[in-house]
Nanobody
Framework: QVQLVESGGGLVQAGGSLRLSCLAS????????MGWYRQAPGKQRELVAQ???????TYPDSVKGRFTISRDNAKNTVYLQMNSLKPEDTAVYYC?????WGQGTQVTVSS
């Protein structure tokens, strides 16, 4: 069973940056697409970035141009670089691979 462990969340002022990391166990990391999702209180979980095994990335309009997803297959790690953060980016951020989810990491952006 795949285990995903996120890190890098925290409190940041609006306009600031954070970098999230997700370490995946197992040897199947490189052949799978990876995604970052977020869930704010009272809202549904939403996709914020996805990267295929070949490195193709997709983003919703809400984060396009501010967030960047990348992966290091040698380290079994996927990253989410978040710049120009806004208060509405406040949420718990989750890493996803197929049916597996991490425990989440809190990101709080103060105005």
């Amino acid at each position: 069973q795949v285990q995903l462990v996120e890190s890098g969340g925290g409190l940041v002022q609006a306009g600031g940056s954070l970098r999230l990391s997700c370490l995946a166990s197992g040897s199947i990391f490189s052949i799978n697409a990876m995604g970052w999702y977020r869930q704010a209180p009272g809202k549904q979980r939403e996709l914020v970035a996805q990267i295929t095994s070949g490195g193709i990335t997709t983003y919703p309009d809400s984060v396009k141009g501010r967030f960047t997803i990348s992966r290091d297959n040698a380290k079994n790690t996927v990253y989410l670089q978040m710049n120009s953060l806004k208060p509405e980016d406040t949420a718990v951020y989750y890493c996803n691979m197929r049916a597996s989810w991490g425990q989440g990491t809190q990101v709080t952006v103060s105005s």
